[in-house]
């Protein structure tokens, strides 16, 4: 026996329980007791019937034992069933009352007639329903050796009976109880995994709704920085390129046509992305061709067009790979446009190296400090960008009180 059984416990039923799906966990005992009530009659009934079919002793005492176990039956189904069907240790002082009852009427009979014996096979199983371990174990002792003491001493019979009759009650006390306490184990453990699975169902929903959560706030991070780097960029370009035109349209109409040009592409290319983003798919510059082209492409619309260099053996790379590359161009000529200053110009490198992909963009225009707190979402959503790719982007810049100083966005992806 294990030493958490000789602690003191609440009380356990000898059954098991059930699940249903959509349902609460049920004990077998709450569907079905009837099986219980017929193992009680069996026993009662062929007790009664080896009391009286007995040869010693005489009718007289036969018959009185025979009544005080017919008062089981009603006290039984008065007090005792009740406390059966219920949750164990529900009623810990109802439950002493009805087996101190029990005892009162079984142990008198027991002392009369040996027969009655038999019956602690069905008396059994309410000791350990109704009572914690420790005690059900000691009233088992009780019902068990407790008769054939009394019976000893009444009848004085020769002492090899008593042996024997002493050997089959320690028996029956030591199967009751050995049994008794492995089948509350069993119980205790089926319990315990119950309450492990209803707590690992529990886990598993709590898991999916923070998955759930998680991708939301992932897909709403990822369309912040798509609409950023592409529809919101293209707006500001489209807005500039409107303050132009208005300056322009007396002074130099020339310069305001090819300004409203630039303007119809941009339009087109905005429409093209906010596409694409709809569709889930690349964005447009790469569905065109490489991403050396696309970078030119993108160099080509800055306003003056920005130089591209490529160096290293250029290579079809990861779709997702060349959308960042593509994406931090474009927040880099984006932020040197906005910030930069008039009269600045931008340069962009990609370097393909054996396991890395270096994305360079350098502006002339006016520097600013990298380390001051910036509201903007540019800078972030690129370092973002770079690191799920598992990249870095780094920016060398200083303030430059009025000189051009310029600034460098480096970022460096891993080629897988």
Not at 8 to 13: A, D, F, K, N, V
Not at 22 to 30: I, M, Y
Not at 53 to 78: E, H, N, Q
Not at 116 to 144: D, E, K, N, Q
Request: glycine share 8%.
């Amino acid at each position: 026996m294990s030493a958490d059984l000789q602690v003191e416990e609440p009380p356990r039923r000898l059954n098991g329980f059930t699940r249903t799906a959509g349902a609460r966990e049920t004990h077998v005992w709450d569907r079905a007791f009837g099986p219980w009530d017929l193992y009680f009659g069996v026993v009662w009934t062929a007790t009664v019937a080896f009391v009286l079919g007995a040869d010693f002793p005489p009718l007289s005492y036969r018959l009185p034992a025979a009544a005080l176990l017919t008062l089981l039956i009603p006290w039984y189904v008065w007090a005792g069933r009740p406390l059966l069907v219920k949750d164990p240790g529900s009623e810990p002082a109802l439950s002493l009352r009805y087996l101190g009852v029990l005892l009162a009427l079984f142990l008198p009979a027991a002392f009369l007639v040996g027969e009655t014996r038999l019956i602690t096979f069905a008396l059994a199983p309410h000791c350990f329903m109704l009572l914690p371990l420790r005690r059900a174990v000691g009233a088992m002792a009780v019902v068990s050796l407790l008769p054939v003491a009394g019976w000893a001493l009444m009848w004085r019979p020769e002492g090899h009976v008593v042996f024997v009759n002493a050997v089959g009650s320690f028996v029956t006390f030591a199967f009751s109880s050995f049994f008794g306490a492995w089948i509350i184990r069993i119980i205790e453990q089926s319990q315990e995994r119950a309450s492990l699975i209803a707590e690992l169902d529990a886990s598993r929903e709590e898991v999916a709704r923070l998955s759930a959560a998680q991708g939301a706030h992932a897909e709403r991070e990822r369309m912040s920085r798509e609409i950023h780097d592409t529809l919101a960029q293209g707006f500001t370009s489209l807005l500039m390129l409107v303050q132009a035109v208005q300056s322009e349209l007396d002074t130099d109409p020339a310069q305001a046509h090819r300004h409203l040009e630039l303007m119809a592409a941009t339009a087109r290319q905005n429409l093209a992305e906010a596409r694409a983003l709809v569709a889930g798919g690349a964005p447009a510059d790469l569905d065109a061709g490489s991403l050396p082209a696309a970078v030119r492409r993108l160099a080509a619309r800055q306003h003056p067009p920005a130089a591209v260099s490529v160096s290293g053996e250029v290579r079809p790379l990861a779709a997702a790979l060349e959308v960042v590359a593509l994406r931090s161009c474009q927040e880099a000529l984006s932020n040197a446009s906005k910030h930069a200053g008039p009269g600045a110009r931008c340069a962009v490198s990609l370097a393909y190296g054996g396991g890395q992909l270096t994305v360079t963009v350098r502006d002339t225009g006016r520097g600013f400090d990298p380390s001051a707190p910036a509201s903007g979402y540019g800078l972030r959503g690129l370092r973002a960008r770079a690191a799920e790719a598992g990249g870095t982007a780094a920016v060398d810049s200083a303030a430059g009180a009025g000189a051009a100083t310029g600034t460098t966005v480096t970022v460096t992806l891993p080629i897988r």
